[in-house]
């Protein structure tokens, strides 16, 4: 995926009652408007990657990209899973995360212990891949620190446009 990493941050907005909380692992999720930034070869599925609330410290994490039943099927939604602890709830806050590989498609289960088991496997593998080189020095990225969204949205939209092969065009005398 050309998309990756893909650095994006917004409000954590409620979700709808999956009771994902009750099975131990609460998702954060984004707002429409993330998620209908994502560009388009992103595909549905889990990742892993790094995370971070408001301006604290940066954390390993899994993200499911898909589409939510609760909108009928035809809104994609993004649920961060953050691999910590936290003592409150951080509903209102901003969630800043940066994708970083892909785990797996999504899939249905036969039982809720068997999608806990593959969620739990998710978050084992993603806290052993994070530890490679080349993606703990995304942890030190300095979106996590910047406040402001403009340095990675211009280098995401840099590379949709790559990906969409546009061509700049020099214009002579300027
Ligand atoms: P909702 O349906 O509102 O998303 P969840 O049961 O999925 O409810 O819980 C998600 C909320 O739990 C998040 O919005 C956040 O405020 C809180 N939370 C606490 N710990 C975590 C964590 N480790 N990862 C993600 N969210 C967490
Ligand atoms: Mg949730």
């Known amino acids: 995926m050309k998309s990756l990493p893909y650095f994006c941050r917004g409000e954590v907005v409620r979700?709808?009652?999956?009771?994902?909380?009750?099975?131990?692992?609460?998702?954060?999720?984004?707002?429409?408007?993330?998620?209908?930034?994502?560009?388009?070869?992103?595909?549905?599925?889990?990742?892993?990657?790094?995370?971070?609330?408001?301006?604290?410290?940066?954390?390993?994490?899994?993200?499911?990209?898909?589409?939510?039943?609760?909108?009928?099927?035809?809104?994609?939604?993004?649920?961060?899973?953050?691999?910590?602890?936290?003592?409150?709830?951080?509903?209102?806050?901003?969630?800043?995360?940066?994708?970083?590989?892909?785990?797996?498609?999504?899939?249905?289960?036969?039982?809720?212990e068997d999608l806990i088991a593959a969620i739990n496997s998710d978050i084992e593998e993603a806290k052993v891949k994070l530890e490679l080189p080349e993606h703990i020095k995304l942890k030190e990225d300095n979106f996590f620190t910047s406040t402001t969204n403009s340095n990675k949205a211009i280098q995401n939209a840099l590379q949709e446009l790559k990906g969409n092969k546009f061509v700049l065009i020099p214009v002579l005398g300027c």
């Open 15 to 112: 979700g709808f009652g999956r009771g994902s909380k009750e099975l131990g692992i609460p998702t954060a999720n984004f707002p429409d408007s993330v998620v209908d930034n994502l560009p388009a070869d992103i595909s549905t599925g889990i990742y892993y990657g790094w995370a971070c609330i408001g301006n604290g410290d940066v954390y390993k994490m899994v993200i499911s990209i898909g589409w939510n039943p609760y909108y009928k099927n035809t809104k994609k939604s993004m649920e961060t899973h953050v691999i910590h602890k936290f003592k409150e709830d951080f509903y209102g806050q901003t969630l800043s995360v940066v994708l970083v590989g892909y785990i797996r498609s999504e899939k249905s289960f036969p039982s809720l």
